[in-house]
């Protein structure tokens, strides 16, 4: 055995020096390296504390907005006042860029992105062990240099992956994860994106856009399959104009999905003479538009941002909206029906704006506004009293990170940041003030005994009985180290 051991040691310390010919093949790894692999990242930590029990996301770090009044038996307390605080570093980010391959004139790249978001589990998803999640993924090919008359050239890129929406790539100056969520859109999504750059102002974008993590709302909760059985990926149209330190840009989002595939028709049966129920397929069906302006300006160390979205169910994008159900069939029981429902879009205006001043220290503010407009046309009526009509709250598919009794909403956002090289802190005052209406509380027969359901006007499907305010401070730190 000794015999055995001594010479694969020996053979073990000798083989850093032997010369095995591996130092052309590892220069040229590292050759490729440098010219065409950018690796970036981050370790961030955020530590939060909010005086309002309120909706929020990823670890509690990813706000939306404070919950509603609730009040206990003798309505002695409101059981959503209570502080919380947490501090987690799930959101560590790691990144490659791939650039510098070209076949012939075309241009390709590609971009990797991950963090530690997957994993928690429990309600509201604060528990657990944080796993690598993806963010993005994504392709590029760019073809560059095209004659655009005699003085101008063109560029057209395209990216295929999970990549930012378009409506969600342009933020507010916040430290906080939403970034603006739920006053701005919020999405990476698979999608394939066309930008046209023609000469040196205009660049003009179209793409298919499909969905992933960031769901539509349906009869079912939030889920792919409205999209899927649709068979008609979200499209997207914008234009932008670029100009010194100035640019606007427009653009829409057309969205039309499938709520149900089977439902319940009433059919004469032949042999009896008689109505009948049976499942059928169904062609169910909405589509919605939702437009949006975006403007900034900069000019050395100050920049401005603005953006507004007029949104009809945009809750696939994290925005306060949905849809309702506006007819289910026809009240004759023995009038013949094909089992299909018809629905009207929920509209929400979204709007933001935001300054940031300074570099090594730096001072940022941002201010937004989101309003519920109703339905654009009415909802089903569901029950009537003192002849108004209401609808099911089940029967209006609001946000999932929402409310349907949700009017209106407010924030503001003060931000300090010390940039020290690559290590960043950052303190924010995110104030979010939310109005809410009462629902229409009404005890109806069940299956197991008398159950309350929840019911909205249904002219609009807006709670409007005793509009209230409430409001959360959530004071938030912010360190992180880019590398």
């Given at each position: 055995?000794?015999?055995i051991?001594?010479?694969?040691?020996?053979?073990?310390?000798?083989?850093?020096?032997?010369?095995?010919?591996?130092?052309?093949?590892?220069?040229?790894?590292?050759?490729?390296?440098k010219?065409?692999?950018?690796?970036?990242?981050?370790?961030?930590?955020?530590?939060?504390?909010?005086?309002?029990?309120?909706?929020?996301?990823t670890?509690?770090?990813?706000?939306?907005?404070p919950?509603?009044v609730?009040m206990?038996?003798?309505?002695?307390?409101?059981?959503?006042?209570?502080?919380?605080?947490?501090?987690?570093?799930l959101?560590?980010?790691l990144?490659?860029?791939v650039?510098g391959?070209?076949?012939?004139?075309?241009?390709?790249?590609?971009?990797?992105?991950?963090?530690?978001?997957?994993?928690?589990?429990?309600s509201p998803?604060?528990?657990?062990?944080?796993?690598?999640?993806?963010?993005?993924?994504?392709?590029?090919?760019?073809?560059?240099?095209?004659?655009?008359?005699?003085?101008?050239s063109?560029s057209?890129d395209l990216?295929?992956?999970?990549?930012?929406h378009?409506m969600?790539?342009?933020?507010?100056h916040?430290?906080?994860?939403?970034t603006?969520?739920?006053?701005n859109?919020f999405?990476?999504?698979?999608?394939?994106?066309?930008?046209?750059?023609?000469?040196?102002?205009?660049?003009?974008?179209?793409?298919?856009?499909?969905?992933?993590?960031?769901?539509?709302s349906?009869?079912?909760?939030?889920?792919?399959?409205y999209?899927?059985?649709?068979?008609?990926?979200?499209?997207?149209?914008?234009?932008?104009?670029?100009?010194?330190?100035?640019?606007?840009?427009?653009?829409?989002?057309?969205?039309?999905?499938?709520?149900?595939?089977?439902g319940?028709?009433?059919?004469?049966?032949?042999?009896?003479?008689?109505?009948?129920?049976?499942?059928v397929?169904?062609?169910?069906?909405?589509?919605?538009?939702?437009?949006?302006?975006?403007?900034?300006?900069?000019k050395?160390?100050?920049?401005?941002?603005a953006?507004?979205?007029?949104?009809?169910?945009?809750?696939?994008v994290?925005?306060?909206s949905?849809?309702?159900?506006?007819w289910m069939?026809?009240?004759?029981?023995?009038?013949?029906?094909?089992?299909?429902?018809?629905?009207?879009?929920?509209r929400?205006?979204?709007?933001?704006?935001?300054?940031?001043?300074?570099k090594k220290?730096?001072?940022?503010l941002?201010?937004?506004?989101?309003?519920?407009?109703?339905t654009?046309?009415?909802?089903?009526?569901?029950?009537?009293?003192?002849?108004?009509d209401y609808?099911?709250?089940?029967?209006?598919?609001?946000?999932?990170?929402g409310?349907?009794?949700?009017?209106?909403?407010?924030?503001?956002?003060?931000?300090?940041?010390?940039?020290?090289?690559?290590?960043?802190?950052?303190?924010e005052?995110?104030?979010t003030?939310a109005?809410?209406g009462?629902?229409?509380?009404?005890s109806?027969?069940?299956?197991?005994?008398?159950?309350?359901?929840?019911?909205?006007?249904?002219?609009?499907?807006?709670?409007?009985?005793?509009?209230?305010?409430?409001t959360?401070?959530?004071?938030?730190?912010?360190?992180?180290?880019?590398?």
């Amino acid at each position: 055995m000794k015999k055995i051991i001594f010479p694969l040691l020996l053979l073990i310390l000798l083989l850093p020096a032997l010369p095995l010919g591996a130092e052309p093949k590892e220069s040229a790894v590292k050759d490729e390296l440098k010219n065409h692999f950018q690796f970036y990242g981050f370790v961030r930590n955020f530590f939060a504390f909010d005086t309002r029990e309120s909706v929020a996301g990823t670890g509690d770090l990813f706000y939306y907005l404070p919950k509603d009044v609730n009040m206990n038996e003798d309505g002695s307390q409101d059981l959503n006042t209570r502080p919380s605080f947490r501090f987690l570093a799930l959101t560590t980010r790691l990144g490659v860029d791939v650039t510098g391959y070209r076949v012939g004139r075309m241009s390709l790249g590609a971009k990797v992105e991950t963090d530690f978001y997957a994993g928690l589990t429990g309600s509201p998803k604060i528990n657990g062990t944080a796993q690598l999640r993806l963010r993005q993924a994504y392709m590029t090919i760019g073809w560059d240099d095209l004659k655009l008359g005699e003085e101008n050239s063109a560029s057209v890129d395209l990216k295929i992956g999970q990549a930012w929406h378009p409506m969600a790539a342009d933020q507010p100056h916040v430290i906080a994860l939403e970034t603006g969520t739920p006053f701005n859109p919020f999405s990476r999504t698979p999608l394939v994106l066309m930008d046209a750059s023609l000469g040196k102002h205009f660049v003009l974008s179209a793409g298919a856009i499909w969905q992933m993590q960031y769901l539509s709302s349906g009869p079912n909760g939030a889920s792919a399959e409205y999209i899927k059985y649709a068979c008609t990926p979200e499209g997207y149209v914008g234009a932008t104009f670029k100009t010194g330190g100035f640019s606007a840009k427009a653009g829409l989002s057309i969205l039309s999905i499938k709520p149900r595939t089977v439902g319940t028709g009433r059919y004469l049966d032949s042999s009896s003479g008689v109505m009948s129920d049976r499942m059928v397929k169904v062609s169910d069906r909405i589509t919605t538009f939702s437009p949006f302006l975006y403007l900034q300006y900069k000019k050395g160390n100050f920049e401005a941002k603005a953006k507004t979205v007029l949104s009809q169910a945009g809750e696939h994008v994290n925005l306060m909206s949905g849809y309702g159900i506006s007819w289910m069939g026809p009240s004759d029981p023995s009038a013949a029906y094909d089992g299909h429902y018809e629905y009207t879009p929920l509209r929400a205006s979204s709007t933001w704006a935001s300054v940031s001043y300074g570099k090594k220290w730096q001072v940022m503010l941002m201010g937004g506004y989101v309003r519920n407009l109703g339905t654009a046309g009415p909802l089903v009526t569901d029950y009537t009293e003192n002849g108004t009509d209401y609808t099911d709250a089940e029967h209006l598919y609001f946000s999932g990170n929402g409310f349907s009794n949700l009017n209106s909403m407010w924030r503001i956002v003060p931000t300090a940041a010390c940039n020290f090289g690559k290590l960043t802190l950052a303190v924010e005052w995110n104030i979010t003030s939310a109005q809410y209406g009462d629902y229409k509380k009404v005890s109806v027969p069940g299956a197991d005994g008398p159950q309350t359901r929840k019911y909205l006007l249904s002219a609009t499907g807006l709670a409007s009985d005793n509009l209230h305010w409430v409001t959360n401070h959530r004071l938030q730190m912010m360190i992180r180290y880019t590398f």
